[in-house]
């Protein structure tokens, strides 16, 4: 396995990179399933003030049927309103930018954002769609069809780490 950069260390570059561009009605939205986790940190350490929404996107995937794609599905929630709101996408892995593509079609289905910037921990590149994020900690390009994921884990004393790992 490659050696991945400190995931702990890419949080906080994360953190630096939005912490000026956030007001009072800056909103996260993290998307199912390892941008939600990742929201909920960033929600914390930045200390958002509208409740932290979450969304799944697998419906909204223009290769459902194409992957046979069988999801575990997930409660989308936005809770507030996202009205002429600043939202903040997180996901923890950009690649192809489908994933992106149908959190955008997703959260328009609550409402019109006054923007929405995306937000990653690792951009991997190869790009199918023209989507960029506005705010990223590190740039890890793989080969095509090599997956990568991030890992949650609990130590023993209850601190929470992320690993890159492979699949």
Sequence with gaps: MPNFPDAEALLDRLVEQ??????DRTA?????TGGAWLAERLHGALNI???????????YRDDYGARSLH???????????????PVILVDDVLFT???TRAALNELFDYGRPARIDLAVLVDRGERELP???????????APLGKGQRL???????????LRLIDV
Excluded at 18 to 23: G, L, R, S, W
Excluded at 151 to 161: F, G, I
């Design 97 to 99: 930018g489908r994933t």
């Design 151 to 161: 890992r949650l884990e609990k130590s023993d004393d209850a601190t929470l780490s």
């Design 49 to 59: 003030q509208p409740p932290l929404g979450a969304i799944d996107v697998a419906f």
């Design 131 to 141: 989507i960029a994020p506005r705010f990223c900690a590190h740039t890890l390009p």
């Design 71 to 85: 999801p575990q599905l997930r409660r989308s929630d936005i809770p507030f309103d996202m009205h002429d709101s």
């Design 18 to 23: 939005i912490a000026p561009h956030v007001t």
């Design 28 to 32: 996260l939205v993290g998307i199912h």
